[in-house]
């Protein structure tokens, strides 16, 4: 069984960078073929993709948040990592870590964590 827990603070300052970790247990992030994305659902809007490491570590982000976002990995601890730059309260959203089949499927959800972006 697959799971995928994601860690980090919740509470953020305005202009600082959010860094979240996602911890995969049950399979390895190397695997052929499948992609580990981050997504977001800010509060009463829906969910929104932000990009995904691929099993062969490239990195693909949605064209509006590419500027501040960096998808990284470490395979020995079989985990990835979301930063995002320079945030806003527009940012204040809960955050899911998920495993993509194909880069075109979501199979497997992090239980995700609220991040507030506030002084």
């Known amino acids: 069984q697959v799971q995928l827990q994601e860690s980090g603070p919740g509470l953020v300052k305005p202009s600082q960078t959010l860094s979240l970790t996602c911890t995969v247990s049950?399979?390895?992030?190397?695997?052929?073929?499948?992609?580990w994305s981050w997504i977001r659902q800010p509060p009463g809007k829906g969910l929104e993709w932000i990009g995904y490491?691929?099993?062969?570590?490239?990195?693909y982000y949605m064209p509006s948040l590419k500027s501040r976002t960096s998808i990284s990995r470490d395979t020995s601890k079989n985990h990835f990592t979301l930063q995002l730059s320079s945030v806003t309260p527009e940012d204040t959203a809960v955050y899911y870590c998920?495993?993509?089949?194909?880069?075109?499927?979501?199979?497997?959800w992090g239980q995700g964590t609220q991040v507030t972006v506030s002084s």
């Open positions: 049950g399979g390895s992030i190397t695997t052929n073929n499948y992609y």
């Open positions: 998920v495993r993509t089949p194909g880069a075109v499927q979501y199979d497997y």
């Open positions: 490491i691929a099993y062969v570590g490239i990195t």
